[in-house]
Protein backbone atom coordinates (compact mmCIF):
# COMPACT_ATOMS: atom_id res chain seq x y z
CA UNK A 1 0.00 0.00 0.00
CA UNK A 2 1.47 3.31 -1.11
CA UNK A 3 2.25 5.53 1.96
CA UNK A 4 -0.74 8.37 1.98
CA UNK A 5 0.46 9.70 4.37
CA UNK A 6 3.54 11.13 1.72
CA UNK A 7 0.83 13.64 0.34
CA UNK A 8 -0.41 14.79 3.97
CA UNK A 9 1.13 17.64 5.71
CA UNK A 10 3.03 16.63 8.69
CA UNK A 11 1.41 18.43 10.91
CA UNK A 12 -2.35 17.80 9.43
CA UNK A 13 -1.37 13.89 9.95
CA UNK A 14 -0.69 14.41 13.12
CA UNK A 15 -3.71 16.29 14.03
CA UNK A 16 -5.86 13.70 12.19
CA UNK A 17 -4.21 10.86 14.15
CA UNK A 18 -5.41 12.58 17.54
CA UNK A 19 -8.61 13.09 15.58
CA UNK A 20 -8.76 9.44 14.90
CA UNK A 21 -7.66 7.90 18.46
CA UNK A 22 -10.76 10.69 20.32
CA UNK A 23 -13.27 9.54 17.84
CA UNK A 24 -12.19 5.79 18.74
CA UNK A 25 -12.35 6.31 22.93
CA UNK A 26 -15.64 8.08 21.82
CA UNK A 27 -17.24 5.38 19.62
CA UNK A 28 -16.02 2.42 22.22
CA UNK A 29 -17.09 4.30 25.27
CA UNK A 30 -20.15 4.64 23.29
CA UNK A 31 -20.54 1.12 22.68
CA UNK A 32 -20.17 -0.29 26.15
CA UNK A 33 -23.85 0.56 27.64
CA UNK A 34 -25.04 -1.00 24.30
CA UNK A 35 -23.28 -4.03 24.03
CA UNK A 36 -24.23 -4.94 28.16
CA UNK A 37 -27.91 -4.13 27.43
CA UNK A 38 -28.07 -1.24 29.62
CA UNK A 39 -31.61 -0.36 30.57
CA UNK A 40 -31.59 3.40 29.40
CA UNK A 41 -30.31 2.03 26.40
CA UNK A 42 -32.42 -0.18 26.14
CA UNK A 43 -35.17 1.90 26.59
CA UNK A 44 -34.57 3.88 23.77
CA UNK A 45 -33.78 1.06 20.89
CA UNK A 46 -37.16 -0.30 22.14
CA UNK A 47 -38.66 3.43 21.57
CA UNK A 48 -37.02 3.16 17.85
CA UNK A 49 -38.78 -0.67 17.76
CA UNK A 50 -36.48 -2.72 16.51
CA UNK A 51 -35.49 -4.41 19.67
CA UNK A 52 -32.29 -6.17 21.41
CA UNK A 53 -30.63 -7.47 18.43
CA UNK A 54 -30.60 -4.31 16.66
CA UNK A 55 -28.99 -2.54 20.14
CA UNK A 56 -26.51 -5.18 20.00
CA UNK A 57 -25.75 -5.06 16.40
CA UNK A 58 -25.07 -1.42 16.74
CA UNK A 59 -23.16 -1.88 19.69
CA UNK A 60 -20.78 -4.13 18.17
CA UNK A 61 -20.74 -1.74 14.86
CA UNK A 62 -19.60 0.90 16.91
CA UNK A 63 -16.69 -1.26 18.89
CA UNK A 64 -15.35 -3.19 15.38
CA UNK A 65 -15.15 0.42 13.88
CA UNK A 66 -13.37 2.01 16.85
CA UNK A 67 -10.91 -0.41 16.67
CA UNK A 68 -10.50 -0.05 12.79
CA UNK A 69 -10.12 3.84 13.27
CA UNK A 70 -6.83 2.95 15.07
CA UNK A 71 -5.44 0.81 12.24
CA UNK A 72 -3.88 3.27 9.60
CA UNK A 73 -5.62 0.80 6.40
CA UNK A 74 -8.69 1.05 7.81
CA UNK A 75 -8.99 4.52 9.16
CA UNK A 76 -10.88 6.28 6.55
CA UNK A 77 -13.60 3.35 5.76
CA UNK A 78 -14.07 3.30 9.07
CA UNK A 79 -14.98 7.16 9.43
CA UNK A 80 -16.60 6.83 6.09
CA UNK A 81 -18.56 3.88 8.11
CA UNK A 82 -19.76 6.10 10.70
CA UNK A 83 -20.49 8.74 8.86
CA UNK A 84 -23.25 6.63 7.23
CA UNK A 85 -24.35 5.30 10.95
CA UNK A 86 -23.93 8.70 12.30
CA UNK A 87 -26.40 9.76 9.25
CA UNK A 88 -28.57 7.38 10.22
CA UNK A 89 -29.06 7.78 14.17
CA UNK A 90 -29.79 11.49 13.13
CA UNK A 91 -32.50 10.33 11.17
CA UNK A 92 -33.67 8.38 13.41
CA UNK A 93 -33.49 10.30 16.19
CA UNK A 94 -35.54 12.81 13.87
CA UNK A 95 -38.09 10.47 12.75
CA UNK A 96 -38.41 8.13 15.79
CA UNK A 97 -37.58 10.06 19.07
CA UNK A 98 -38.98 13.48 18.10
CA UNK A 99 -35.38 14.99 17.77
CA UNK A 100 -34.83 14.23 21.22
CA UNK A 101 -30.87 13.74 21.35
CA UNK A 102 -29.95 14.46 17.51
CA UNK A 103 -27.26 16.60 18.41
CA UNK A 104 -25.22 13.73 19.28
CA UNK A 105 -25.08 12.04 16.25
CA UNK A 106 -24.88 15.06 14.22
CA UNK A 107 -21.43 16.26 16.55
CA UNK A 108 -20.36 12.75 16.70
CA UNK A 109 -20.49 12.53 12.18
CA UNK A 110 -18.48 15.89 11.73
CA UNK A 111 -14.94 14.42 13.26
CA UNK A 112 -15.11 11.36 11.38
CA UNK A 113 -16.18 13.09 8.02
CA UNK A 114 -12.96 14.87 8.09
CA UNK A 115 -11.07 11.78 8.86
CA UNK A 116 -12.73 10.72 6.14
CA UNK A 117 -11.78 13.17 3.65
CA UNK A 118 -7.98 13.64 5.00
CA UNK A 119 -7.80 9.69 5.03
CA UNK A 120 -9.80 9.19 1.58
CA UNK A 121 -6.79 8.41 -0.54
CA UNK A 122 -5.73 5.09 2.03
CA UNK A 123 -9.51 4.19 1.05
CA UNK A 124 -9.06 4.61 -2.18
CA UNK A 125 -6.17 2.33 -2.15
CA UNK A 126 -7.47 0.07 -0.20
CA UNK A 127 -10.68 -0.52 -2.51
CA UNK A 128 -7.94 -0.62 -5.12
CA UNK A 129 -6.25 -3.45 -3.58
CA UNK A 130 -9.33 -5.33 -2.74
CA UNK A 131 -11.39 -5.15 -5.92
CA UNK A 132 -8.12 -5.82 -7.81
CA UNK A 133 -7.85 -9.18 -5.79
CA UNK A 134 -11.59 -10.32 -7.12
Not at 48 to 60: A, E, H, P, R, T
Not at 63 to 72: C, E, F, K, T
Not at 77 to 88: C, E, H, I, R, T
Amino acid sequence: MTDATATTPRRTHIAVRILEIVSALFFALSAVPKLMGQDPVKETFDKIGFGDGFLYLVGGLELAGAVALLIPALTGLAALAFVGLMAGAAITHIAVLDGEGVLVPVVAAVPVAVIAWVRRERTAELLRRVVGRA
